[in-house]
């Protein structure tokens, strides 16, 4: 399927099963440390980049599957760039709050949750996981070198407004990249800022996969450790993948893997953990994609990761 992934395990969403909206990589952003690559198309304009009749198809097929649907706690809509931008994107939630018993979640980057057309699309989700990396606009611009239309001030208040229209679950995605935008100055903007937006709680990321800029670096777990504190909503900061204790009934493929890479570079163990599948297993289609020439090892952080060549 081109546009269904997974299911992986989600820390925080279960099992996931995972629809891309968008061929990579069409989005309003290029952000420094991005595991997709580079942005192609770079725009903030809205439209059927994809037939959403083809993604609803796709969908379809998979939930047809008692098997397979029996599995999956989240159907989680994504894409490689802003899913946002796809103006299906409303047809895509209602038809899975109508055809699916799974809670249904979206990624965005919220840089359109000014557009009430945006809001009330996304209300019919049940968890909706924006992002806020940045309350300062020169920091905005050096780490997600935005489209030149993206406003930080209209980004924030539309992250606002949607929180006061939402009933569902509502939480906040802040990455930190060292020397870019975590200084004493951007913690403070983004704890003003939170305290407007008010979600339910905060995941508190850093870079741990081979970024798209070489001088994209992490922060440590202490410095992260210390940026929480500034915030008074619950903070969380993942640390190594954890398995969810549901095996799949069938050893992964290589499609498997292959989609799963082509969202983001993975070791070895995220691709089991992910996929619900034995470490030999990962290992053992890594090893056949290598010698295929479809995927090569890049090392980073003193950790070997898979991506697509």
């Not at 894409?79 to 796809?86: D, F, I, K, M, Q």
Request: proline content about 7%; overall charge neutral; charged content about 20%.
């Amino acid at each position: 399927m081109e546009h269904i992934f997974g299911p992986v395990n989600s820390r925080r969403l279960g099992i996931s099963l995972g629809i891309d909206l968008l061929p990579p990589k069409i989005c309003n952003f290029n952000c420094i440390y991005c595991e997709v690559g580079a942005t192609t198309t770079f725009t903030s304009q809205r439209g059927e980049y994809t037939p959403t009749a083809a993604i609803i198809a796709e969908i379809d097929a998979y939930l047809a599957d008692p098997e397979a649907s029996r599995r999956v706690d989240t159907l989680t809509i994504t894409a490689s760039g802003e899913p946002t931008l796809h103006s299906g994107l409303g047809e895509i939630i209602a038809h899975l709050q109508k055809v699916a018993r799974q809670q249904v979640a979206v990624l965005t980057n919220g840089s359109l949750l000014h557009l009430p057309a945006v809001r009330r699309e996304l209300a019919a989700a049940d968890i909706v996981l924006p992002s806020l990396d940045a309350a300062r606009e020169e920091s905005f611009r050096r780490i997600n070198r935005p489209a030149t239309d993206c406003d930080l001030k209209r980004l924030i208040d539309g992250l606002v407004a949607f929180r006061r229209e939402f009933g569902g679950h509502y939480l906040l995605e802040i990455l930190l990249a060292k020397g870019i935008n975590d200084q004493p100055a951007d913690l403070a903007a983004l704890a003003a800022a939170v305290e407007r937006i008010q979600p339910e709680a905060i995941q508190l990321n850093t870079v741990s996969r081979p970024p798209l800029e070489d001088f994209a670096h992490p922060l440590s777990r202490a410095e992260l450790q210390a940026a929480a504190a500034v915030f008074k909503v619950p903070v969380s900061i993942p640390g190594e993948p954890e398995a969810v204790d549901r095996r799949r009934q069938q050893p992964a493929s290589q499609d498997d893997v292959l989609h799963l890479l082509q969202r983001r570079p993975c070791p070895a163990a995220d691709v089991a953990t992910a996929l619900g599948i034995t470490p030999q297993q990962a290992t053992t289609v890594l090893r056949q994609l290598t010698g295929a020439g479809k995927v090569k090892s890049v090392r980073y952080n003193d950790r070997d990761f898979f991506q697509i060549t």
